[in-house]
């Protein structure tokens, strides 16, 4: 495991003051400046918002969480990557912590809120929106990619005694809103927020790592929200039916996608695969292989690898792949029985010489089997494809 050096214990160590007069010396990197006096800057691994007066904030935070009307710091913050619980980190829990990365940011623990993440804060998204003087901005980092997750799959743990343990893998939001919200509008907007990074995360169709559902975030997310109580615009709905929530949406969909791309390249490009598809129901290039291997005759796995490559990128295939996993997932939720969705899912398969005009006929007895589920079925349309057609020159 590994453990701070020397010379960051040196960092860490003196009074309050200079640890204050180290951290003026260190340069920050100015990221944003909202309409109302909001600064927005990294500081080592942290991004860090300061408030003017006048802000009220909701926040998930362990510091300060929950309503507040005298935060003058949020930050966003990457824990060392040695950290596995809560009591390996320095103070020995997670609000002792935060405590302290609070006084090393310049900031007075008391009136500061912090959220945690294992993302790189290099790899921050900031997105601004406005609309009739009234500004919205979403400061977002985001990796899912070890612990994106859908809202009840199987739990990852038991908390006992309030300990904490610590999950990589986090989308956290931090929305300033430039106007004056009732504090059960500034709640509601937590509701949009969440649907709209919903919405990001399953129009890049990231898999959850614990189901063979669509994720709808991570098991850590976290989220701060600020809104301005001295702006002379009063707002008091947040809801997706008002333009609040509108720019909320917005704000947080690029945002978050955004985010997503740059720290673990989760992107369309990269989702335009139908084996990446596939990963979700446990099947891979190795899975596919090993069935190819139960056919009769010679194959090479280096000829073989190469026209799945040349199969899996394709754009029609990875919409027909597609097609066939959402028939799948409709059956798991109830809005299709297994016989209509199968029947669905083989005439998708049927047309499939039309589509990607191959010059061989899918014999479509000896490869479809009506016991059989609709994912096996498609995975053996898939090896077929690879093992009998030239796709150098179908695709």
């Known amino acids: 495991m590994e453990k701070p050096n020397f010379e960051t214990l040196i960092e860490n160590s003196g009074s309050l003051n200079d640890r204050l007069l180290r951290l003026k010396s260190k340069a920050k990197t100015p990221l944003f400046t909202t309409l109302g006096g909001e600064q927005i800057y990294r500081l080592e691994n942290s991004i860090v918002v300061e408030l003017p007066s006048g802000r009220n904030v909701i926040t998930t935070s362990w510091l300060n969480g929950g309503f507040r009307s005298d935060i003058k710091c949020i930050f966003n913050h990457t824990i060392p990557s040695y950290v596995s619980d809560e009591t390996e980190l320095e103070g020995g829990s997670v609000h002792s912590y935060l405590s302290l990365v609070a006084e090393r940011l310049g900031f007075d623990p008391c009136r500061s809120a912090g959220l945690l993440t294992a993302a790189k804060m ?82 890049l169709m990231a898999p959850s790592c614990y189901s063979c559902g669509i994720a ?39 945002a978050t996608k955004e985010a997503l791309a740059k720290q673990t390249e989760l992107t369309p490009a990269v989702q335009c695969d139908s084996i990446v598809r596939l990963k979700r129901f446990g099947i891979s290039e ?12 010679d194959l090479l796995k280096s000829d073989f690898n190469k026209n799945l490559l040349l199969l899996r990128k394709n754009p029609v295939v990875v919409g027909l792949t597609s097609s066939i996993l959402h028939i799948i997932d409709e059956v798991s939720w109830g809005l299709l029985c297994e016989q209509n969705g199968k029947k669905a899912a ?26 059989d589920s609709i994912l096996h079925n498609w995975i053996r349309v898939m090896l077929w494809l690879s093992y009998n057609v030239n796709l150098d020159e179908s695709l």
């Open 286 to 297: 190795d899975t596919i292989w090993e069935m190819a291997c139960e056919l009769e005759g």
């Open 122 to 203: 290099e790899n921050v998204s900031i997105v601004s929106k406005s609309f009739r003087g009234i500004q919205v901005t979403a400061i977002v980092t985001g990796g899912i990619g070890i612990n994106g997750g859908r809202a009840g799959d199987p739990a990852s743990y038991y908390q006992d005694n309030g300990e904490t343990k610590m999950i990589n893998g986090t989308i956290n939001t931090i929305l300033l809103i430039g106007a004056n919200l009732p504090p059960y509008t500034l709640a509601r907007t937590i509701i949009t927020a969440s649907e709209a990074k919903v919405v990001a995360v399953q129009e």
């Open 346 to 371: 083989f005439a998708i398969i049927s047309g499939i010489p039309a589509v990607l005009d191959t010059k061989k006929s899918l014999p479509f007895n000896n490869i479809l089997k009506e016991n």
């Open 216 to 254: 709808t975030g991570s098991g850590t997310d976290m989220i701060a929200v600020v809104a301005d109580s001295t702006s002379p615009y009063e707002l008091t709905d947040s809801g997706k039916h008002s333009k609040l929530g509108e720019l909320i949406g917005k704000c947080v969909i690029e």
